[in-house]
């Protein structure tokens, strides 16, 4: 019996088995959202079918709630983003120059000495044609790489993925269960009056579970954190989602041997309808310091040429600053591949705020799906017309093919 749950009927197991961290970890993956989308589930296991074998990682980083590509990848040299942002432009004058027109938000500050290093490539105006500006809607089009929202009512992977059964570690250290060690007992007496199908799905889960504890136990015992993580961090609620720690735990089961090929975290927060100055500062501060430690981690232990860092949005950010102080959902938003195997440099159109579209925001220069056909084909070694369904002009971040 399979257990329920996953990408298109596949069993958890299968995912774990294929080198998927799929819903896992401590604290699931350290209270960042660790579903991996399903684009890139089909693509590890195409792999595997297809017999493929190398020891790239994929690690994906959504940044949860809309990124404000315009205060991320600033525009310093444009009067209309001083215009649009009487407030929110206040960030110009600090920034990290990377171009005569562009500099990142001053707290990028060590994924600047990375770019500088050759080792970040920016994609510019990443979207895709009609967007939705519903969190769920637009979700599931990156998640699927379907390309189209179409108005879609499904479930969307963030909430469909926690129907299935999750794995779930309390504690880093000790790897316990929620509720302390009596949860398992309690499980075992519910498992015995479970008749049917219902218990064997329950032991299946259970079982998988285990597996899962037992392995990072192992991971654990092997590992030693080589970067500076740090969680001392006072965030606004909602963002501080433990993004330093979870990919702390990234770099365990990688260093370790685990064979994980792709992980996925994230750090809420980005929804910043109001005084997004402040908040924006912090995110930006807090994602740069947990990057750079993961960096800094696999470097110390030789393996940062084979992981890939990708981050991703839902949407930008509508260029007009409202009258709260925020930006409300918008579109097009910049796509940050980071690691040692990446071919750094800017690479799509800045997007141009004297030629917004018919509602006022961003025109995308960059359909998302070619970004991901790169990490795919390039960096994986997969067929990406395969998972995509179709060809994109190549966007070539990635220095040597897999």
Known sequence: MKELGGTNGLSRRDFLKSGLVFGV??????????????????????????????????????????NDGLQTVIPIS?????????????????????????GLHENLKGIKTLFDAGKVAIVQGVGYTNPSFSHFDS?????????????????????????????????????????????????G????????MYGALFDTAMTTVRDTVAQLRTSSAKYTPKGNYSDKVQLVYSSKNQLAAALQLAAELIVTG?????????????????????????LM???????????????????????MIATWSEFGRRPKENASGGTDHGT????FLIGDGVKGGLYGETPNLAKLDQLGNLSYSVDFRAVYQEILASHLGVDAKEILGQSFDRVPFVKAAA
């Open 285 to 307: 501060a807090y994602l740069d310091s947990a990057i750079t430690a993961f960096h800094e981690d696999l470097t110390a232990y030789g393996m940062a040429d084979r992981v």
């Open 25 to 66: 970890g401590a604290q699931a993956l350290a209270s960042g959202y660790a579903a991996v989308p399903d684009v890139f589930a089909r693509a590890v296991l195409s792999a595997k079918n297809a017999a493929v074998q190398n020891d790239r990682v994929l690690v994906m980083i959504q940044l949860g709630g809309g």
């Open 258 to 282: 685990t064979g994980v090929k792709v992980l996925h975290v994230t750090l809420g927060g980005f929804d910043t309808h109001y005084t997004e100055l402040n908040r924006h500062d912090q």
């Open 139 to 187: 979700i599931r089009v990156w998640e699927t790489a379907d390309g189209c929202a179409c108005g879609t009512t499904n479930v969307p992977g963030m909430l469909r993925d926690l129907q299935a059964t999750l794995t779930v570690i309390d504690d880093v250290k000790t790897f316990g269960f929620q509720g302390g060690q009596n949860v398992e007992d309690v499980m």
């Open 332 to 335: 097009a938003s910049p796509v």
């Open 189 to 196: 007496t519910l498992y015995k009056g479970t008749p049917g």
């Open 78 to 102: 444009s009067s209309s983003y001083r215009d649009f942002r009487p407030q929110l432009s206040a960030v110009a004058a600090k920034a990290q120059p990377i171009s005569k027109d562009l």
